[in-house]
């Protein structure tokens, strides 16, 4: 119960009778159709990035080459890391005043965001790439309740249903939902539809949105709040389910996540989570397959 208690810690009273009360009554069957945080242990702890130094960001799992990918903004890149947090590669990254976030498509396909000029950008790499120029790229500029530095901060993709989930950080927290993303930066020849629901929104844990994570064998969104250290597990109709602190002492962590803004998972169940300066976090369920 103590734990239970820690976990919810520093949400807003309601929101954390709210979700202690789920994870409390949760029976056997709900959890096993769920992604279970309180199941997740931290076994790679505050890792440096061999190479970074500062401003890592959003966070994606590359299925095809088995690696995540990073984007850094005060010198902007994309970093190539393994399961273990090493550095395999970085990209130069131009044509972007300030990208935040970055998630994988299909094979050799990605989306970034600029969180300032809240435009979506598809960008390619393979093995041979050595530079991006997101000025030549395709893009969208979507600018929905711009505010300067608390614009797109996080990205998710549904590949079955080719939903890309759009994280608003604060001022209001908004989850965008669009569809055809995919197929306009492929052909030109869909249209953009953009959703969201305010109700929901206005009752997400945590204080603000750093990270989106769509689960494909659930149908949930993991949202990462930075300010109130938690990811949390939204189910389909967007209500907390369960959580995972990101404060010392719990899950295993040793010191709390200083500032954690990227957010990923493998095909075997382990959840990544970067942090500003350049720290790299890996927790896994006892039951979930290790990816050295």
Same mark, same amino acid.
């Given at each position: ?75 902007? !890149? =994309? ?8 550095? /395999?590669?970085?990209?130069? +990254? %131009?044509? #972007?005043?300030?990208? $935040? ?91 953009? !539809? =953009? ?8 009752? /997400?844990?945590?204080?603000? +949105? %750093?990270? #989106?994570?769509?689960? $494909? ?76």
């Amino acid at each position: 119960m103590l734990a239970l208690l820690l976990s919810v810690a520093g949400l807003k009273p309601w929101q954390r009778a709210s979700l202690l009360l789920n994870q409390l009554l949760a029976e056997e069957r709900v959890r096993e159709a769920a992604v279970w945080l309180p199941d997740y242990q931290v076994d790679i702890d505050a890792r440096p990035i061999p190479g970074l130094h500062t401003d890592v960001s959003g966070l994606t799992y590359d299925p095809d080459r088995r690696s995540l990918f990073a984007i850094t903004n005060s010198r902007p !890149e =994309i970093v190539e890391l393994s399961l273990a947090g090493e550095l /395999l590669r970085r990209i130069p +990254l %131009s044509g #972007l005043l300030d990208p $935040e976030a970055i998630e994988y498509l299909s094979p050799g396909r990605y989306v970034v965001t600029d969180e300032r000029q809240q435009s979506l950008v598809e960008v390619r790499i393979d093995d041979t790439t050595t530079h991006v120029d997101a000025g030549t790229a395709r893009q969208v500029a979507i600018g929905i309740g711009r505010n300067g530095n608390k614009g797109f901060e996080g990205l998710a993709y549904d590949r079955r249903g080719q939903r890309l989930f759009v994280a608003k950080e604060r001022d209001p927290q908004r989850i965008y939902e669009i569809t055809g993303f995919a197929s306009l930066a492929q052909d030109g020849g869909a249209a953009l !539809e =953009i959703s969201d629901n305010p109700v929901r929104d206005a009752a /997400l844990p945590g204080r603000d +949105l %750093s990270s #989106l994570y769509f689960d $494909e064998a659930t149908g949930h969104l993991l949202a990462l709040s930075d300010e109130s250290r938690l990811v949390v597990e939204l189910d389909r109709d967007g209500r907390p389910l369960s959580s995972l602190s990101l404060k010392a002492g719990r899950h295993g962590l040793q010191d709390s996540v200083p500032q954690a803004e990227g957010m990923a998972m493998d095909d075997r169940g382990n959840l990544y989570i970067v942090s500003e300066p350049n720290l790299f976090y890996r927790f896994s369920r006892p039951d979930a397959g290790r990816s050295d």
